[in-house]
Nanobody, 123 residues
C-alpha cells in the first residue's frame, strides 16, 4: 500500500505558475499510474492529468498546453507544473495512484489518494 502527500498549493495571480508535488511512501510510485484531479467549490471533482508507469502523459483539454505532469523516481514524487494559471483553475488539487495500466482518467480507477492542496488564482 502507498501513502500520498500533496504539497505546493498556494495563492497566485492569474498568469502565474505553481508546481504541485505528490510524494509517496510505503511503495514506489513507479508501480502505479499517477493522476491529478481537482475540485472547485460547488463542482464535481474532475480529471486534470495522468502519467503512466512508462512516463507518457495525457491531459484534460482545459489544461493541455499549460500544465505538465512528470515523474522523479529518485524522489518517489510526481509533479504537476502549472503555468499561465487562470481564475478557473482555482480548486483543491489531489493526486492519486492507480494499479491500472495506461492513462486512467476516472476517479474509480484510482486506488490511493492524497489529502489535497488548495490552489487559488486571483485577478
Amino acid at each position: 500500500q502507498v501513502q500520498l502527500v500533496d504539497s505546493g498549493g498556494g495563492l497566485v495571480q492569474a498568469g502565474g505558475s505553481l508546481r504541485l508535488a505528490c510524494t509517496a511512501s510505503g511503495r514506489t510510485l513507479g508501480s502505479y499510474s499517477v493522476g491529478w484531479f481537482r475540485q472547485a467549490p460547488g463542482k464535481e471533482r474532475e480529471f486534470v492529468a495522468v502519467v503512466s508507469r512508462g512516463g507518457g502523459a495525457t491531459y484534460a483539454g482545459s489544461v493541455r498546453g499549460r500544465f505538465a505532469i512528470s515523474r522523479e523516481n529518485a524522489r518517489n514524487t510526481v509533479y504537476l507544473q502549472m503555468n499561465s494559471l487562470k481564475l478557473e483553475d482555482t480548486a483543491v488539487y489531489s493526486c492519486a495512484a492507480s494499479y491500472e495500466m495506461g492513462w486512467p482518467s476516472k476517479e474509480d480507477e484510482y486506488d490511493f489518494w492524497g489529502q489535497g492542496t488548495q490552489v487559488t488564482v486571483s485577478s
